[in-house]
């Protein structure tokens, strides 16, 4: 029998212990100013962050990363628990209070992958990397390349490329003459999400789609392949989801409700994140054959890979036979979370979490992000021992389920809704850290946050912040924005809680393979831990800034700016041939409002934190509340056209990418379709946000 959820959002985030502060020290870096704190306060939580980052030590998380890497990670096994239990025995240890969360959810898994080549010539395709090698442990239970939530299937037909499987992609096809109808389509990785390769096929006609990792994207093209450098061997095979992701994450058959007892479930057939086209993945060195054997038109510049001759699009003579047999059924997934409780205001929260399953090994993805946050937790632990509590309580989560579709981040959003609506203030996200260059996305709201903090953290092996490093030449970062594919989805894109994603990356070829092992880790990707290390300070640092704030440093003014630009984006959509005519300028006049009254409000927060001997708490308080309030003004309960589980109207993930943004969502397809009904209804929804959103902000700069 599964433990029960928590009554509340993990027990109400745990008891309000009142623990005294440790005395005040002295401010580090060039000014006691800190964007949300009195000077005070800014002293005091300065000299805790330097406490916390020269804690924070690289021996630490290699440890941890190589205990959880040392075996399949994949959702629904043996080893998912597993590793499920090696976290909470860790937080344990760490003298943090533990919560879990439990689901069963509909899950995939292949019994056979059969990919058969029929002609010209006959030739089976290998569905499994060669075997492991000696440093490589459980190396039997490491799953066969395949494609979650693929059918099952069995088709016989001629080979269509169609190279990433884009849009202009199958344009590019059908201007050629080439129709996939009743083909096989072979695309390649990358470009765009691999789910949304498989529902276009499956719109063109396709009985079956193969997905194959290029050498030019991430093989011996890019350089030494694994072990003797970072990037895909001929044998390494990418597996991953296609579940329809922008129509809704979490389980299929659970679609805005938690997968606990008692809630009813649509069946298979109703699920319309599910596709219903076989798909499966293969290596390169297997796809090779097929593509050399391809006649019909040599395929487009842009189409030809990294495989040393020339490609063709098809269809024939290359055949394919593809028999996948995958069995469904209910899986467990379990959540784990370590409870720091605040002091002042034990009930408003701050979320830092990374996945902890893995498609294989995942000492990358997403064992680094989650070891980044092992660590923070392992630092806290350390501060709460010598009496030190946050200001507001700190969460960590570390979900399970995330490769299959955001399972378990989507499953607890959905079940704590409303607690996280009421009382989260910000939900900070990690997935993947062991890299040389740093990257992070977030709601504009939080920029200034992100920037400040990464002025604090030095950048490992260079006397740069990470800050500078990050920025090169440039003026300013690039902070990308917020669509999907991990696990900010829900609590962002949902319930409209301001969200940030922040860790290292760097070029590799080991993504969902069996090579995303320790030994890449160490010897390409990060050696010594010490980006994992850095990833942990900029979280834990953020964390820290958003718990301990006398007012949150959310800037909803420069949101605002944001929000203009892409009015003025969506002008310039208009104007393309066959595009809707919507009048924008009341959108762009009630964005400039928000604006306005943003900066309203921000500046009577300044003026209250500047007073020598401290603010009002009342009036605070209430600045904290609206400012909670801003990003869920976003929100819009109707959901998106024809996707109503994603309700932010700024930010959605775009229905043709699957991961990367497409802002003002409600509107911006309906223009391009030419529908000036749809348009201009999820205008005035906008409008309406923009205005609760400035009248509250005003409210709260007079009190």
């Not at 879990?100 to 058969?116: A, G, Q």
């Not at 922040?502 to 880790?521: F, I, K, M, R, V």
């Amino acid at each position: 029998m599964q433990p029960k959820p928590a009554p509340s959002a993990l027990a109400a985030l745990a008891c309000a212990c009142a623990f005294a502060a440790s005395s005040t020290a002295a401010a580090h870096g060039p000014s006691a100013q800190l964007d949300g704190y009195t000077a005070a306060n800014a002293a005091r939580e300065r000299a805790y962050e330097q406490r916390f980052q020269q804690a924070v030590d690289p021996a630490s998380l290699g440890a941890a990363n190589r205990t959880l890497a040392s075996h399949n990670r994949l959702d629904g096994t043996a080893g998912d628990r597993l590793g499920f239990e090696q976290s909470m025995a860790m937080l344990r240890s760490y003298g943090l209070q533990v919560r879990s969360s439990h689901y069963s959810v509909y899950l995939s898994k292949p019994r056979s992958i059969e990919v058969t080549m029929t002609a010209p010539t006959q030739r089976a395709l290998a569905t499994i990397e060669d075997n492991g090698f000696p440093w490589q442990q459980d190396t039997q239970n490491i799953v066969v390349g395949y494609n979650a939530y693929s059918p099952s299937g069995d088709v016989t037909a001629p080979v269509v490329y169609a190279n990433y499987g884009r849009p202009e992609d199958f344009a590019a096809l059908d201007k050629l003459g080439v129709d996939v109808h009743g083909k096989i389509v072979l695309v390649r990785y990358g470009k765009n999400f691999r789910g949304v390769k498989t529902h276009l096929a499956e719109q063109h006609g396709a009985v079956g789609v193969i997905i194959y990792s290029d050498p030019e994207d991430d093989g011996f093209v890019k350089g030494p392949v694994y072990p003797n450098g970072p990037f895909r061997p001929a044998d390494g095979i990418q597996r991953g989801s296609i579940q329809y992701l922008w129509e809704y994450p979490g389980d299929p058959l659970t679609p805005g409700q938690p997968s606990v007892p008692g809630t009813q479930r649509i069946s298979p057939d109703q699920a319309e994140n599910l596709s219903h086209t076989p798909t499966t993945p293969i290596s390169y060195r297997e796809a090779e054959p097929l593509l050399r054997a391809l006649g019909g038109t040599e395929a487009p510049d842009d189409f030809q890979g990294g495989l040393g001759f020339k490609y063709h699009v098809g269809p024939g003579p290359t055949s394919v036979h593809m028999k996948l047999d995958i069995d469904y059924g209910q899986a467990p997934l379990n959540d784990a979370f370590a409870v720091i409780p605040g002091r002042r205001h034990p009930d408003q929260f701050v979320m830092l979490g990374g996945h902890q399953d893995a498609w294989t090994y995942g000492a990358n993805d997403d064992l680094s992000g989650w070891s980044s946050v092992l660590e923070v937790g392992k630092r806290l632990g350390a501060l709460m021992r010598q009496g030190w509590r946050p200001d507001r309580t700190i969460v960590l989560a570390g979900w399970d389920g995330e490769e299959y579709g955001l399972l378990g981040s989507t499953e607890w959003t959905e079940q704590y809704e409303r607690v996280l609506h009421a009382k989260a203030v910000a939900y900070l996200n990690v997935d993947i850290t062991a890299g040389q260059e740093f990257g992070a996305g977030a709601a504009p709201a939080l920029d200034k946050l992100l920037m400040d903090v990464t002025k604090t953290v030095p950048e490992p092996g260079t006397n740069l912040s990470v800050y500078d490093k990050w920025r090169g030449d440039s003026q300013a970062p690039t902070i990308d924005r917020l669509g999907s594919g991990s696990d900010y989805t829900g609590p962002f894109d949902h319930v409209g809680v301001p969200s940030m994603e922040a860790g290292y990356t760097s070029p590799s070829g080991e993504y969902h393979s069996a090579y995303d092992d320790t030994y890449q880790l160490e010897h390409f990707l990060d050696p010594g831990y010490v980006h994992e290390a850095a990833a942990a300070k900029v979280l834990g640092v953020a964390a820290l800034r958003l718990a301990n704030a006398d007012v949150y440093p959310l800037r909803y003014s420069d949101y605002a700016t944001a929000v203009v630009g892409y009015v003025d984006d969506l002008a310039k959509v208009e104007q393309q041939p066959g595009a809707a005519q919507v009048d924008l300028a009341p959108l762009r006049a009630a964005a400039q409002d928000w604006g306005a009254a943003a900066g309203g409000l921000e500046a009577r927060a300044a003026q209250l934190l500047a007073r020598r001997h401290g603010a009002r708490d009342w009036a605070l308080r209430q600045i904290n509340a609206t400012l909670m309030r801003q990003e869920r003004w976003l929100i819009t309960p109707v959901g998106l056209p024809g996707r109503p589980w994603f309700r932010h109207q700024i930010y959605a993930p775009g229905i043709n990418s699957g991961y990367a943004t497409q802002e003002l969502p409600g509107m911006r397809d309906a223009v391009e379709q030419g529908d000036v009904a749809t348009a201009t209804r999820y205008r005035d929804l906008l409008i309406a946000s923009l205005r609760r959103a400035a009248a509250d902000a005003r409210r709260a700069a007079a009190a």
